[in-house]
Structure formats: structure tokens, C-alpha cells
């Protein structure tokens, strides 16, 4: 049986962590967890019941379910405020704890977030802090949502300013603070593209002893 494998993906809004933590999973045959949904899961549910994102969130994070997750409308900018202001709370990230941890526990997985590396598996024997520059960062979110256009400069501020505000959020809040954890290695997403950042990536892995590919998967 090969050592339980879980792989933490932190940093910033739209710094290419999901690309990246998708890509890895495929890689490595394990399961993986977009741990901003939960947040984005929590937010969305205090819009629909009329209550501010600043309100008591714990009983909307306990009361979460699978399908609050597969919506289609939680990329929606009034959603990435509502996700960093519930995400601020001590009780949703309570009511979130056991369910990530319980997720990379049994078979190993890579999950990506803000605090995967700090505070969900701070045991974790890979931790990548992936980050970009804000430009690069607004310009990559605007085509994600607006495939196939071409953005104006002043929409790119606009968007530039919202990440900017959602980071200094999500690294100032007192409970599960953005911020890299000191075993993490960082990956600068800006000089890479996707298949770049991967290899990066795998290579940190084959470096802590683990191989790519599903035999990474525990024996039963
Ligand atoms: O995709 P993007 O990087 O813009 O955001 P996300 O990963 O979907 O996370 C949305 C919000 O949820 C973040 O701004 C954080 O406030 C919060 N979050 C968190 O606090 N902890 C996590 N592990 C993941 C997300």
C-alpha cells in the first residue's frame, strides 16, 4: 500500500488554482475538491433566504448540500463577495472542517483553497502556493466567464480592483487567513501556461517520493 497521498493548492483569486489542481488530479488518479465552492455554496444560500453575507452563515454552512454545489450561477461577482464574507466566519469554516478533511482522508486527493496547506492538511506532503500577477489575474478570470471575446481595458480594471479586494479580505480575516504555508512551495503562474505549471507541479511531487499515475491509488 503506497503512502496516502493529499495535495494542497493555495493562493489567490483566479490564480490558475484550479487549472492546475484539476490537471494534477487527472495526473495522479486521485480525487479532487474545488474547496472554494463550499464557500460559494454558503454565500449563495444567504443571498437566496434575503440575508447579508455578514449575518450568522453557520446554519446555511451546516444545513449545505451536494446540489448547492453544481449551480451554475456561483461565479457570479455579488457570489465572490458573499463567498470571502461567509468564508470570514468562524462557524461556517467549522461546519466546513469535517467534510474536507474527510474527503482527501480515505484515498488521498488535491484540493484547492486558501488554507488546504494551513489549516485543513497542514500534514500534507505536498503544498503548492500558486500565484500571478493582478493583471494576468483579471485578464485570465474575464475569459473564463466570456469565452471567446476580447476584454476592454477598463473592465479589466474593474475586475483587477474586485480580486484585489477580495485577497486583502481573505488575507486580513483572523480564522484560516490566506497565506502560504511554510513547507509550501511556490509556483508563479505568470512566466508558465497551464501544462508549465503542471509539470512544475508534478516534478515537486516526484521529489517527495511520489509517482504519477493511478497506481498512486491505496491497495484494498
Ligand atoms: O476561484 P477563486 O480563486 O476566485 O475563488 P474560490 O477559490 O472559488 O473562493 C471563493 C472565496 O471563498 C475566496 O475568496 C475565499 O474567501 C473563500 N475560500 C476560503 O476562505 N477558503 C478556501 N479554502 C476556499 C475559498
Same mark, same amino acid.
Given at each position: 500500500?503506497?503512502?496516502?497521498?493529499?495535495?494542497?493548492?493555495?493562493?489567490?483569486?483566479?490564480?490558475?488554482?484550479?487549472?492546475?489542481?484539476?490537471?494534477?488530479?487527472?495526473?495522479?488518479?486521485?480525487?479532487?475538491?474545488?474547496?472554494?465552492?463550499?464557500?460559494?455554496?454558503?454565500?449563495?444560500?444567504?443571498?437566496?433566504?434575503?440575508?447579508?453575507?455578514?449575518?450568522?452563515?453557520?446554519?446555511?454552512?451546516?444545513?449545505?448540500?451536494?446540489?448547492?454545489?453544481?449551480?451554475?450561477?456561483?461565479?457570479?461577482?455579488?457570489?465572490?463577495?458573499?463567498?470571502?464574507?461567509?468564508?470570514?466566519?468562524? &462557524?461556517?469554516?467549522?461546519?466546513?472542517?469535517?467534510?474536507?478533511?474527510? $474527503?482527501?482522508?480515505?484515498?488521498?486527493? #488535491?484540493?484547492?483553497?486558501?488554507?488546504?496547506?494551513? #489549516?485543513?492538511?497542514?500534514?500534507?506532503?505536498?503544498?503548492?502556493?500558486?500565484?500571478?500577477?493582478?493583471?494576468?489575474?483579471?485578464?485570465?478570470?474575464?475569459?473564463?466567464?466570456?469565452?471567446?471575446?476580447?476584454?476592454?481595458?477598463?473592465?479589466?480594471?474593474?475586475?483587477?480592483?474586485?480580486?484585489?479586494?477580495?485577497?486583502?479580505?481573505? &488575507?486580513?480575516?483572523?480564522?484560516?487567513?490566506?497565506?502560504?504555508?511554510?513547507?509550501?512551495?511556490?509556483?508563479?503562474?505568470?512566466?508558465?501556461?497551464?501544462?508549465?505549471?503542471?509539470?512544475?507541479?508534478?516534478?515537486?511531487?516526484? &521529489?517527495?517520493? $511520489?509517482?504519477?499515475?493511478?497506481?498512486?491509488?491505496?491497495?484494498?
Amino acid at each position: 500500500m503506497t503512502a496516502r497521498l493529499v495535495v494542497a493548492v493555495d493562493g489567490p483569486a483566479a490564480a490558475g488554482k484550479g487549472t492546475l489542481a484539476r490537471a494534477l488530479a487527472e495526473a495522479l488518479g486521485l480525487p479532487y475538491l474545488d474547496t472554494g465552492l463550499l464557500y460559494r455554496g454558503v454565500g449563495r444560500r444567504m443571498l437566496d433566504a434575503g440575508l447579508s453575507p455578514e449575518a450568522d452563515a453557520g446554519g446555511e454552512a451546516r444545513a449545505l448540500l451536494p446540489i448547492d454545489l453544481a449551480r451554475s450561477d456561483l461565479r457570479t461577482p455579488e457570489v465572490d463577495r458573499a463567498a470571502s464574507l461567509v468564508a470570514a466566519q468562524p &462557524a461556517v469554516r467549522a461546519a466546513l472542517l469535517a467534510f474536507q478533511r474527510g $474527503f482527501g482522508a480515505a484515498h488521498g486527493a #488535491v484540493l484547492d483553497g486558501r488554507d488546504i496547506g494551513t #489549516v485543513i492538511f497542514p500534514d500534507a506532503p505536498v503544498k503548492l502556493f500558486v500565484t500571478a500577477s493582478v493583471p494576468a489575474r483579471a485578464e485570465r478570470r474575464w475569459r473564463q466567464l466570456n469565452p471567446g471575446r476580447n476584454p476592454d481595458l477598463g473592465t479589466l480594471r474593474v475586475v483587477a480592483a474586485e480580486l484585489e479586494a477580495r485577497d486583502r479580505a481573505d &488575507a486580513a480575516r483572523a480564522v484560516a487567513p490566506l497565506r502560504a504555508a511554510a513547507d509550501a512551495v511556490e509556483i508563479d503562474s505568470d512566466r508558465l501556461d497551464a501544462r508549465g505549471v503542471l509539470e512544475t507541479a508534478l516534478d515537486i511531487v516526484k &521529489a517527495r517520493g $511520489f509517482a504519477p499515475g493511478p497506481h498512486q491509488r491505496p491497495s484494498l
